[in-house]
């Protein structure tokens, strides 16, 4: 394992070969229409290479591979032992290149190198890994039939599965895909998102490096509007998982219905509650995980703890403490392992960050932040940002922003914390701070959001489902649940 503050992150990043070939069939090729985009860091404004624009002919080419290599058996028909061989090796293999991955993402799209260093491209390991352990500890069902009646109910690969993933944790993102995925024997095509293609592209080369065989994984840069879109209605293509927004989820299910009736699982936005009671026992801790529920990789988290309501009889002292910690997360050069916060992902969401911000100054008071600033003299950065008095029905409350800006409210009973929490389209997370036993209790029950917290916020794992209710979308990433989206049941009866 590296020691990773020995690292230079700046020289590493001027040693680095940045690829945009796109990959498939095992191999780096250009788009078939020659076309490529610029892949640009957000924290320079710097152009980092150029990445293939695939289009529909390309993801086709990428749809026949996988279909091939599903068919032939290659990787589908290989025992649970062999693929299991191969996800660990894989696993191994993103440790070993962790300097290269961590900054392949910060460069990409602007979150700090040390989180992803230590968050994101371990936990990519880890989940390669938890995977590549569980496929041979899965056992399939015989129904309770009459004597003389063998029923079994097996689970299958799907066959070409499509993914869909948003910038804002690439690598992990393309993981928490891939790796259930290819774990039940899938071959899948895997479209970043246009702002971070660099990190799966190299995901797809460790994996054949690992022993995955050719046309099993395969990425197909582009833009959402062209390469998404031909994935989704794609008449070959078995399932499509997505994660991003909840208006772009819902256009899958339209693709599905106007193709194949493709299974469709969307992970799509958030606005997740914390709400902190004044029987909490540790304000100090609560704060410092509300600050970072909402601040940490710059707000752009699908379940941040955006929306913070307290209880009125310590609000005051609440909101003071949460303050002091504001300046923890400070803009910086996402490259300087002391920075504490990074660059927002591009120049478009930087904008519309800011116009939330500068809407909110006219509706509610903002205690801290509030302004685009440049580290160096450029760069999409914005401030750790809070508004307090924030009206149930302001934007500021109700729409997801995916940027480091907070909506805080006061509450008074456990009944109105609960009402105020659930009205909102979403149902990702949300986060509880009590001492209190039952009220945890009861509250667990009544929010309605696939994860709630309580005495923390966000918490995950790999061995936890994560996914939402509502129209924070279908089914669940993680834990061995992810295995009934990649998988179908089959039954079959033997009569003797
Ligand atoms: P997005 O705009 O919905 O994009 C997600 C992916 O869909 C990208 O690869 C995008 O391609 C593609 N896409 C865009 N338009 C498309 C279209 N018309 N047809 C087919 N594909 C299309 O989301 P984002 O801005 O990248 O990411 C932020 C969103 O992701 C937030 O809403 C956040 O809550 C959500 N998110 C959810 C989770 C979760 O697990 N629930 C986790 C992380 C993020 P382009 O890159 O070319 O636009
Ligand atoms: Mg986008």
């Known amino acids: 394992m590296n020691d990773i503050t020995k690292i230079d992150w700046q020289t590493e990043a001027s040693r680095l070969t940045l690829r945009g070939e796109a ?11 020659g076309v490529a985009f610029d892949c640009i860091n957000p924290a ?69 190198v040390n989180d992803a260093a230590t968050v994101d491209v371990p936990g990519s390991a880890a989940i390669f890994q938890w995977y590549g352990e569980a496929i041979d500890k899965l056992y399939d069902e015989i129904a309770p039939t009459e004597p003389g009646n063998l029923a079994m109910i097996r689970r299958e690969p799907l066959g070409v599965v499509g993914a869909v993933i948003p910038w804002n944790f690439p690598l ?39 022993g995955l065989p050719e046309g099993v994984l395969n990425v197909v840069p582009g833009f959402g509007e062209v390469t998404g879109k031909a994935l989704g209605l794609h008449p070959d293509v ?77 609000a005051e002292v609440f909101l003071a403490k949460l303050v002091e910690r504001v300046g923890r997360y400070t803009p910086g050069n996402p490259l300087d392992p002391t920075a504490t916060m990074g660059a927002i992902v591009d120049e478009n969401q930087t904008r519309r ?33 809070i508004f307090v008095d924030v009206g149930h029905n302001d934007r500021l409350m109700r729409e997801e922003i995916f940027g480091p800006v907070l909506a805080v409210s006061t509450f008074e009973t456990e009944d109105e914390a609960v009402a105020l929490a659930n009205d909102t389209i979403y149902g990702l997370a949300a986060s509880v701070w009590t001492a209190n036993l039952s ?50 049941l089959k039954t079959v009866w033997i009569r003797y």
């Open 238 to 314: 078995d399932c499509i998982t997505f994660t991003g927004s909840t208006e772009v989820g819902k256009m899958f299910l339209t693709y599905s219905g106007q193709s194949n009736m493709k299974q469709v699982w969307l992970e799509c936005g958030g606005k997740s509650p914390n709400l902190i009671f004044a029987d909490c026992e540790n304000l100090d801790a609560a704060a410092d995980m509300a600050a970072f529920g909402i601040f940490f990789n710059q707000g752009e988290v699908c379940s941040a703890n955006s929306r913070l309501y307290v209880e009125k009889s310590i």
């Open 172 to 210: 992990d993102m393309a993981t928490w895909k891939c790796a259930p995925a290819l774990a039940v024997g899938n071959s899948v095509v895997l479209k970043p998102a246009e702002q971070s293609p660099l990190s799966a592209l190299r995901l797809a080369e460790l994996a054949i490096e690992a």
């Open 439 to 488: 009220r945890a209790h009861r509250l667990s029950a009544k929010l309605k959001a696939g994860t709630v917290s309580v005495n923390t916020v966000d918490a995950l794992s790999p061995m936890t489902p994560f996914g939402g209710f509502k129209q924070s979308g279908i089914g669940r990433d993680l834990s061995l649940h992810a295995f009934d989206k990649f998988s179908g």
């Open 44 to 112: 320079t404004g710097g152009l980092l290479t150029k990445v293939a624009a695939c289009d529909a002919a390309d993801v086709d080419r990428a749809v026949k591979s996988a279909r091939a290599a599903f068919d032939d058996g290659r990787w589908s028909g290989k025992s649970p032992a062999e693929r299991k061989a191969v996800m660990l090796r894989l696993a191994d293999l993103i440790r070993a290149n962790l300097t290269e991955l961590a900054l392949l993402d910060s460069l990409d799209m602007g979150k700090l």
């Open 353 to 385: 960050i800011m116009g939330f911000i500068d809407e909110g100054r006219k509706t509610a008071r903002l205690v801290a932040g509030g302004e685009r600033v440049s580290v160096d003299g450029k760069g999409c950065f914005v401030q750790p940002t």
């Open 23 to 33: 990959f498939i069939d095992g191999k780096r090729v250009p788009s078939l229409s």
